[in-house]
């Protein structure tokens, strides 16, 4: 799907589900708040749902950085690759694939059909996330599974 063309499904989109870090709350991992200007014009007037996916699955704030080990999004969901603490290699999978699933939840549970997330976020990532020290070309865990569930996944720096 091109970048237009997401643009246009967010536009005629009702409901949106929305990294949450983007409206300002303060989850991800280092405490702090990605809230974006950009991201709230493009959601005037929808309803929005608010998910950020570590939180949801009881990780805490702050909390260690993690990558993913062994491939990008698609292959944890695959059970071919792990989500681990950069600094303590600790795996974190089971975590991050019960984010996704209660992210998923609630795309379904309020009818979203379009996500707008974080990019280069190991959860979040829709074009790019971070294998071991390396930004590669791929999705995270959630929006992989978004977006194997038919959920438009719209990075937060193509609006």
Aim: proline content about 3%; charged content about 25%.
């Amino acid at each position: 799907m091109t970048r237009e063309e997401k643009r246009a499904a967010l536009r005629e989109s009702r409901v949106v589900l929305v990294s949450a870090c983007l409206l300002g709350h303060a989850c991800r991992y280092d405490g702090q708040s990605k809230g974006s200007d950009r991201v709230s014009q493009a959601l005037a007037g929808k309803e929005v749902v608010p998910i950020c996916p570590e939180t949801g699955a009881g990780m805490g704030t702050p909390r260690p950085a993690v990558v993913l080990r062994g491939g990008t999004g698609e292959a944890v969901l695959a059970g071919q690759a792990q989500a681990v603490e950069r600094e303590s290699g600790q795996d974190q999978t089971a975590a991050f694939r019960r984010g996704a699933e209660l992210a998923l939840e609630a795309a379904r549970r309020f009818g979203a059909t379009v996500a707008v997330l974080k990019e280069r976020s190991p959860s979040c990532g829709t074009q790019g996330t971070y294998v071991g020290e390396r930004l590669v070309q791929g999705r995270g865990v959630t929006a992989a599974l978004l977006h194997a569930s038919g959920i438009i996944t719209v990075s937060d720096e193509e609006l």
